[in-house]
């Protein structure tokens, strides 16, 4: 399983579609182990650009929080699960929490 975040200075960027950066968590999903942790440039802002980029990078789940619901609908269309709402934590501390369950998320604002 792979876990894309929006960065900024290594914690949750609140804006999705317009990081610079997204950190790529790779995780066994039937451990939950972290096997591999990576963080890759964003490409410049388009809208519907990231849902099919991500796709490419075999992403299986994005931790946001903020992001229209145009970009929620591509995710689904592409079968990857999006969570909303996630507090700018560190990268590892939000994928952990995903992991065991505990990641508490508040509805999101983004209204585009």
Known sequence: ????IPTSDGDLDQHFGHCARFALIDVNPATKEITAT???AAPEHQPGLLPPW???????????GGMGTRAQTLFQG???????GAPPEKT????RQYLDGSLVTRPHTCSH
Do not use: D, F, G
């Open 78 to 84: 592409l079968s990857i699960e999006v969570i909303t």
């Open 38 to 40: 990576m963080e890759v």
């Open 54 to 64: 991500l796709k490419e990078r075999n992403v299986n789940v994005v931790i946001a």
């Open 1 to 4: 399983m792979r876990i894309a």
């Open 92 to 95: 590892l501390t939000l994928v």
